[in-house]
């Protein structure tokens, strides 16, 4: 009787694991659908000469994929549904945005649905920033860090509810494409308050107070990391890997903008071609790369090896960037000294040997500098070890060279208990 309920309650959880697989696949699918339709509209568009691009395009493919699979391996982890619900919220806003260009701007004819379609397209995109700050409240085991954090995700869902709102019903047209729309459900009783010293300050106050959310919601992972186990705190390195990764990349490629227009010559177009393609990389490592390294943090694949990957990240990123600067400033200066009119051979050789001549010093040097930084138990294992090397050479006392190798592995591995078993010497036979 015990076997017959245990099959009958498990074959119950398989087909609820299965309606929800089917669910989320739906999901995906729908958003894909979206996305395919709102490219095809896209290209038309831009047949048109219209330069207009939604960048929540690319926000669907990644948060999508993510999503599905969590949800599919994970119904009971919140972040795999807050993704599906990204990604449709995108894709959404991405559909309606052509369509509105299509039907209002490009088509031969108005197309029906096109004002309505702008007026989605101008609110519905909102409602992805409070689910960002949602995430991170809510990363990497799908819950509040503490009970204390609700008011913060009130806070985020009403402040930002009401912006929508006052976005989905204010008395003003629609902007579309350097066009002005009027907007079709807009509610005439607002307009006294549209533009008035009241809703101003409204707006200030609303303004600040989803500001202060999102900053609480910012730090939350940090807050979390204080209390939470090894594991969680492995899997908060993911997501603090990839968003630093590309925001160091996006402010790389802003400050090369910054400081082209002081750079004469050449260099200028090159230098703004490598700035666009710096922040064209860190967008797409905000929209791909976070979700794929929270899905990789939430399925636990190869969770403690981001502490490897972010050693060899940050020695061959500082690599890179020192080797280039020495590439680039030997080409320039050199090049000027020699031939100021023209690019000179002389100065491109002479910058690739040096940049061949540094490459293994640096690297050694960096190497050193972020395992003494940022894994320093690994190196003072290192130290130890190498330490306890020279040591064995000069010493021959059996009993010191035991006590001092248990000391050693206590230093270097850190276990809970070291011993050292010696097996005792053979009788010499007569």
Known sequence: MTVQRWSVDRGRVVMKRHRIGRFASGLFLLSFAFLAAASALLILN?????????????????????????????????????????????????????????????????????????????????????????????????????PRWRPVAWTLGLSFGAATLWTMFRPEPISLNELRISSPVSIAALEPLSGSRFSEALAGFGFVVMVLALVASALAPFIRRRHDRAEERQQLKWLAFAAAGSS????????????????????????????????????????????????LAISKYRLYEIDRIINRTLVYGGLTALLGTVYAGGVF????????????????????????????????????????????????????????????????????????????????????????WLRPRAPRSR
């Open 46 to 146: 831009r047949a048109h000469g219209i330069r207009a691009l939604s960048p929540h395009l690319f926000v669907v493919p990644g948060f999508a994929t993510v999503g599905a699979v969590v949800a599919a391996r994970h119904p009971r982890h919140r972040i795999g549904w807050l993704f599906l619900g990204m990604a449709l919220v995108a894709a959404t806003a991405a559909l309606t945005f052509e369509y509105a260009l299509r039907a209002v701007v490009t088509a031969p004819r108005p197309l029906p649905g096109g004002v309505l379609a702008a007026w989605v397209a101008q609110w519905v995109w909102v409602l992805n920033l409070p689910a960002l700050a949602v995430l991170l409240l809510l990363f990497p085991n799908g819950r509040l860090p503490t």
């Open 248 to 295: 160091l990349t996006g402010a790389a490629g802003a400050l090369l903008f910054v400081l082209s227009p002081a750079i004469a010559g050449p260099w200028r177009s090159t230098i703004e071609a490598v700035a666009m393609a710096l922040v064209i990389v860190a967008f797409l490592g905000l929209v791909v790369g976070v979700p794929v390294a929270i899905g």
């Open 333 to 420: 200066v050199i090049g000027n000294l020699l031939n100021p009119e023209g690019k000179s051979q002389i100065a491109v050789a002479a910058s690739t040997l040096a940049v061949a001549a540094l490459f293994q010093p640096l690297r050694r040097r960096l190497q050193n500098l972020v395992d003494r930084r940022f894994s320093r138990r690994r190196y003072n294992a290192t130290t130890t070890v190498d330490t306890f090397s020279t040591r064995l050479r000069d010493e021959i006392d059996l009993d010191t060279l035991s006590a001092e190798l248990v000391t050693v592995m206590e230093h270097a591995l850190q276990p809970t208990k070291a011993s050292l």
